[in-house]
């Protein structure tokens, strides 16, 4: 049964929409670097996405499908509450996006640093879990100091972040 075996990701919204992407669990057994290919696909609406939901889902097929233009293509817009008010998470947020490209890794201390507060990194962490657009900020590319990957959705998707750092990794490598 397909529903039972998807793992679910909410990636993009705003106060009209919401883009969720699903992986089925084996998805993650057999990595992108063994010549995996990995597909996108946008599901259809009985409505028209509206423009930001167009830019979300370009931004998705070409992060999955055509990372290396990435850097190419804009960003969505976003339209939360954690992202409209000013705050030390609002700043480590845009610092990680603005900061830490593709394939590379940032630590937990030093995304504090970058964002004004080198004392933060519990703080940074905090700002993470808080990411109400992971991928588009990258999240899953702030790891322990000691190398490891850390915790990714509370835990219960640490697969996906090694995932998404493997897929990027392989993209920088080429």
């Given at each position: 049964?397909?529903?039972?075996?998807?793992?679910?990701?909410?990636?993009?919204?705003?106060?009209?929409?919401?883009?969720?992407?699903?992986?089925?669990?084996?998805?993650?057994?057999?990595?992108?670097?063994?010549?995996?290919?990995?597909?996108?696909?946008?599901?259809?609406?009985?409505q028209e996405m509206v423009l930001p939901m167009k830019q979300c889902a370009n931004w998705l097929q070409?992060?999955?499908?055509?990372?290396?233009?990435?850097?190419?293509?804009?960003?969505?817009?976003?339209?939360?509450?954690?992202?409209?008010?000013?705050?030390?998470?609002?700043?480590?947020?845009?610092?990680?996006?603005?900061?830490?490209?593709?394939?590379?890794?940032?630590?937990?201390?030093?995304?504090?640093?970058?964002?004004?507060?080198?004392?933060?990194?519990?703080?940074?962490?905090?700002?993470?879990r808080s990411n109400p657009v992971p991928l588009i900020i990258p999240c899953h590319r702030v790891i322990?100091?000691?190398?490891?990957?850390?915790?990714?959705?509370?835990?219960?998707?640490?697969?996906?972040?090694?995932?998404?750092?493997?897929?990027?990794?392989?993209?920088?490598?080429?």
């Amino acid at each position: 049964n397909r529903s039972q075996r998807e793992q679910t990701c909410c990636c993009c919204c705003c106060n009209l929409s919401v883009i969720n992407l699903a992986f089925l669990d084996d998805f993650f057994l057999s990595p992108r670097c063994q010549g995996v290919p990995v597909s996108f696909e946008v599901c259809d609406s009985s409505q028209e996405m509206v423009l930001p939901m167009k830019q979300c889902a370009n931004w998705l097929q070409t992060y999955f499908c055509e990372p290396w233009f990435i850097e190419k293509v804009p960003t969505p817009s976003f339209h939360h509450p954690v992202l409209e008010k000013d705050s030390f998470t609002k700043t480590v947020l845009y610092s990680l996006m603005k900061n830490v490209k593709m394939g590379d890794t940032v630590s937990y201390k030093r995304l504090a640093e970058i964002a004004g507060n080198d004392k933060a990194a519990r703080a940074v962490g905090g700002a993470m879990r808080s990411n109400p657009v992971p991928l588009i900020i990258p999240c899953h590319r702030v790891i322990c100091s000691d190398g490891k990957t850390g915790n990714y959705s509370s835990g219960k998707a640490n697969h996906l972040k090694e995932w998404l750092l493997a897929h990027e990794k392989l993209l920088k490598e080429m």
